[in-house]
């Protein structure tokens, strides 16, 4: 079973996009969208919900009032002020457990706290695993573990392959999106953070098992940083295989929620079929 994950250094440098076309070019994938902070993946392939399951996330202290003397030790040893009056204010609570083990008459219990949802969909390109984490909730790679497993158990019955839409940066959720993949495409962009997000996420990935090839997004917009990106590449051994034109139908599919290749036939959806196509005649579609 093979895995590739779509990953960029920073927002907005058309990972989500890229990840739709190869969705929509695959006959065989199973699609998960990692991106749990913020996930809109969605929003181009239109996914039909078919299961809906709840992530429990951190767990939150609640004092048994039937058990509580009264002590006011929890409250002392509280360093986030989340208990005041012998009641805990589930927002401040980050679940350390400190006032659980320190409760002499054994009154505080630690509850499983509902932090968000995933879901097992359809969309017309294939299965598609996604999930919502609820606002200011943690554990954000956590639920990327969940989605992940959920997306290996369809494809390994399916035997299809795995195209998955990972999440910015170089935190946690990024982390548990690089475990066990078998190529990891980077989308980056020709500008100074641009570049600099990306050799964060470039040293990262490096740590990991996994193929690593890039694609470099509306590269004529600074055609001198993206043959910096280029050279940078080369002398690192890593493979280019692909560089798109900015394109404003890339905008407007976009903005009417439709991926790209069925919108548009210009130049830049001609490099995102050819990206494809180099992918999919390594890993099978």
């Given at each position: 079973?093979?895995?590739?994950?779509?990953?960029?250094?920073?927002?907005?440098?058309?990972?989500?996009?890229?990840?739709?076309?190869?969705?929509?070019?695959?006959a065989n994938a199973v699609l998960a969208d990692c991106?749990?902070?913020?996930?809109?993946?969605?929003?181009?392939?239109?996914?039909?919900?078919?299961?809906?399951?709840?992530?429990?996330?951190?767990?939150?202290?609640?004092?048994?009032?039937?058990?509580?003397?009264?002590?006011?030790?929890?409250?002392?040893?509280?360093?986030?002020?989340?208990?005041?009056?012998?009641?805990?204010?589930?927002?401040?609570?980050?679940?350390?457990?400190?006032?659980?083990?320190?409760?002499?008459?054994?009154?505080?219990?630690?509850?499983?706290?509902?932090?968000?949802?995933?879901?097992?969909?359809?969309?017309?390109?294939?299965?598609?695993?996604?999930?919502?984490?609820?606002?200011?909730?943690?554990?954000?790679?956590?639920?990327?573990?969940?989605?992940k497993k959920a997306a290996r158990e369809i494809a390994?019955?399916?035997?299809?392959?795995?195209?998955?839409?990972?999440?910015?940066?170089?935190?946690?959720?990024?982390?548990?999106?690089?475990?066990?993949?078998?190529?990891?495409?980077?989308?980056?962009?020709?500008?100074?953070?641009?570049?600099?997000?990306?050799?964060?996420?470039?040293?990262?990935?490096?740590?990991?098992?996994?193929?690593?090839?890039?694609?470099?997004?509306?590269?004529?917009?600074?055609?001198?940083?993206?043959?910096?990106?280029?050279?940078?590449?080369?002398?690192?051994?890593?493979?280019?295989?692909?560089?798109?034109?900015?394109?404003?139908?890339?905008?407007?599919?976009?903005?009417?929620?439709?991926?790209?290749?069925?919108?548009?036939?210009?130049?830049?959806?001609?490099?995102?079929?050819?990206?494809?196509?180099?992918?999919f005649n390594d890993f099978g579609k």
């Open positions: 079973m093979n895995e590739i994950v779509i990953l960029s250094g920073k927002g907005g440098t058309g990972k989500t996009t890229v990840t739709a076309l190869l969705a929509a070019l695959s991106d749990v902070d913020a996930a809109n993946l969605h929003i181009l392939l239109k996914p039909e919900i078919k299961e809906t399951f709840e992530f429990l996330g951190s767990q939150k202290a609640q004092i048994n009032s039937y058990k509580c003397k009264g002590c006011g030790q929890c409250e002392k040893v509280c360093r986030f002020s989340a208990i005041k009056d012998f009641k805990v204010n589930s927002i401040f609570c980050e679940g350390c457990r400190v006032c659980y083990n320190i409760c002499p008459e054994k009154a505080i219990d630690m509850i499983d706290t509902l932090a968000g949802h995933w879901y097992i969909s359809d969309t017309k390109y294939g299965p598609m695993v996604h999930a919502k984490l609820g606002a200011a909730e943690e554990n954000s790679g956590k639920l990327v573990s969940v989605v390994e019955k399916a035997g299809k392959i795995i195209i998955t839409d990972g999440p910015p940066g170089i935190g946690c959720p990024v982390i548990s999106s690089l475990s066990g993949a078998n190529l990891v495409l980077i989308v980056t962009e020709p500008t100074a953070s641009g570049f600099h997000d990306f050799e964060r996420l470039l040293n990262l990935a490096n740590n990991f098992n996994v193929t690593i090839k890039v694609v470099i997004n509306k590269f004529d917009i600074a055609e001198k940083k993206a043959r910096e990106i280029e050279k940078y590449c080369i002398n690192k051994g890593i493979e280019v295989i692909g560089k798109i034109p900015f394109d404003e139908e890339i905008i407007k599919s976009i903005s009417e929620g439709i991926p790209p290749v069925l919108y548009s036939s210009g130049l830049a959806v001609q490099a995102l079929k050819g990206i494809a196509l180099s992918l």
